[in-house]
């Protein structure tokens, strides 16, 4: 597991940006780190399903896929609101 949250760490944060100072890298690098560990924990929980535990009512479900498209928006917000805030026009 600390493999794949290793090497999409690096895939999400991408190169580094010309004039890059060092809080944006290291707010990047952070970031990556921290979206690597959701997005592996997710996978990891997701492909687990306990034998005992009887099938999710599809209420359920959807409010909780509706719960990890807000997530993902929230971090595409802050991304976002993060590129548009960096010196040098990124």
Do not use: W
Not at 58 to 73: F, K, R, W
């Amino acid at each position: 597991m600390q493999d794949q949250v290793i090497n999409l760490t690096t895939e999400l944060a991408g190169s580094d940006e010309p004039g890059e100072g060092f809080l944006a890298k290291t707010g990047r690098l952070n970031a990556a780190g921290s979206r690597a560990e959701e997005l592996v924990l997710h996978e990891l929980l997701s492909c687990q399903k306990p034998q005992n535990e009887p099938e999710m009512r599809e209420d359920i479900a959807s409010y909780h896929e509706g719960v990890n498209d807000a997530i993902q928006e929230l971090h595409d917000l802050r991304r976002q609101l993060s590129d548009d805030t960096e010196p040098n026009g990124r």
